[in-house]
Antibody, heavy 118, light 106 residues
Framework: QLQLQESGPGLVKPSETLSLTCTVS????????WNWIRQPPGKGLEWIGY???????NYNPSLKSRVAISVDRSKNQFSLKLTSVTAADTAVYYC????????????WGQGTLVTVSS | AVQLTQSPSSLPASVGDRVTITCRAS??????LAWFQQIPGKPPKLLIF???TLESGVPSRFSGSGSGTDFTLTISSLQPEDFATYFC?????????FGPGTKVDI
């Protein structure tokens, strides 16, 4: 059974960089698309972007200037960096998979809360 | 970006009720729509994709329909474990977008 697990600091200071990693277990990272999605407390979901296992990326234009997603196939992991964070970036961050560009997000991690505060 | 609206935003219901939630897209998205269920503190769970295809393992009381701009999620007979928030999501255009959610509660 495929499992995804987010990890990283739960507290980040304003203006600093948020860094998270998603570890994929129970299957290979190869041949799929790997996404980051976030959900501010009590609010809806926002797609951040994806990386294909080969390294090509696609980002939400609303965050594109601050986002970078990378993949480490040797570790079966992919990562998110979000720069210059503010309180508005406080959210539960999820990683998720989709198989092809015409498929839905089928496997999700449990999510990790990141709070931006000094 | 494709905007998704959902109605209602909140839906009081009882066990055994037939429940219908609608999702409307700001432009045509063919059938590239998914429905998710989210219980507080848990990640979204995929229920339906391609507007009407039931994900493996999801009970048959859930069904979806629609194409273009108007979609519906129906729960034929609400069960206690179905009290949750439901989101639609389009994957026809980037950026992927989600509806604001419909909370089904007692």
């Amino acid at each position: 059974q495929l499992q995804l697990q987010e990890s990283g600091p739960g507290l980040v200071k304003p203006s600093e960089t948020l860094s998270l990693t998603c570890t994929v277990s129970g299957g290979s990272i190869n041949n799929f698309y790997w996404n980051w999605i976030r959900q501010p407390p009590g609010k809806g979901l926002e797609w951040i972007g994806y990386i294909f296992y080969s390294g090509s990326t696609n980002y939400n234009p609303s965050l594109k200037s601050r986002v970078a997603i990378s993949v480490d196939r040797s570790k079966n992991q992919f990562s998110l960096k979000l720069t210059s964070v503010t309180a508005a970036d406080t959210a539960v961050y999820y990683c998720a998979r989709h198989i092809t560009v015409t498929d839905p997000l089928d496997y999700w991690g449990q999510g990790t809360l990141v709070t931006v505060s000094s | 970006a494709v905007q998704l609206t959902q109605s209602p935003s909140s839906l009081p219901a009882s066990v055994g009720d037939r429940v219908t939630i609608t999702c409307r897209a700001s432009q045509g998205i063919s059938t590239a729509l998914a429905w998710f269920q989210q219980i507080p503190g848990k990640p979204p769970k995929l229920l339906i994709f391609d507007a009407s295809t039931l994900e493996s393992g999801v009970p048959s009381r859930f069904s979806g329909s629609g194409s273009g701009t108007d979609f519906t999620l129906t729960i034929s007979s609400l069960q206690p474990e179905d009290f949750a928030t439901y989101f639609c999501q389009q994957f026809n255009n980037y950026p992927y977008t989600f509806g604001p959610g419909t909370k089904v509660d007692i």
